[in-house]
């Protein structure tokens, strides 16, 4: 149950960071686009990646599986979200920015591990 949970949230992972990148990158672009809706959806992408890992965790305990690669990629993850947390004062003239190349770094990480599966 939990490795079919795994793998359903991975998709959402990567969808959700794609999307929330590209919607990031158009803000960027065009002023038009700079909605409250759109941060909360990077929150909500960005919690995605936390259950994702949760999950992971959850499942290599409860498998007795190895760590790898494919658990790098997922604490890179993490761990990126944290990174680009932290550089949100260093531009803070370009917000949208940060976070449209963040979420999509995020997307290809979640891209990565899943084909290290």
């Known amino acids: 149950m ?3 949970l795994h793998s359903t949230v991975s998709w959402l992972f990567i969808i959700s960071n794609g999307l929330v990148g590209l ?3 158009a803000a960027h672009q065009w ?3 700079r909605h409250r809706a759109g941060w909360i959806a990077v929150g909500v992408a960005q919690a995605i990646i ?3 890992v949760v999950l992971g965790v959850l499942l290599q305990t409860s498998e007795d599986i190895d ?3 494919h658990q790098l990629y997922g604490f890179a993850a993490f761990m990126s979200i ?3 947390f932290a550089y949100r004062n260093e531009m803070r003239d ?3 920015l940060l976070y449209g190349l963040g979420s999509l770094w995020l997307m290809g990480l979640g891209l990565r591990a899943i084909y290290l599966v």
Do not use: E, M, N, T
Request: hydrophobic share 45%.
């Open 2 to 4: 939990i490795r079919d």
């Open 94 to 96: 370009k917000p949208y």
């Open 31 to 33: 002023p038009a686009a």
């Open 50 to 52: 936390v259950a994702q």
């Open 82 to 84: 944290g990174i680009i």
């Open 23 to 25: 919607w990031s990158l």
């Open 67 to 69: 760590s790898g690669q």
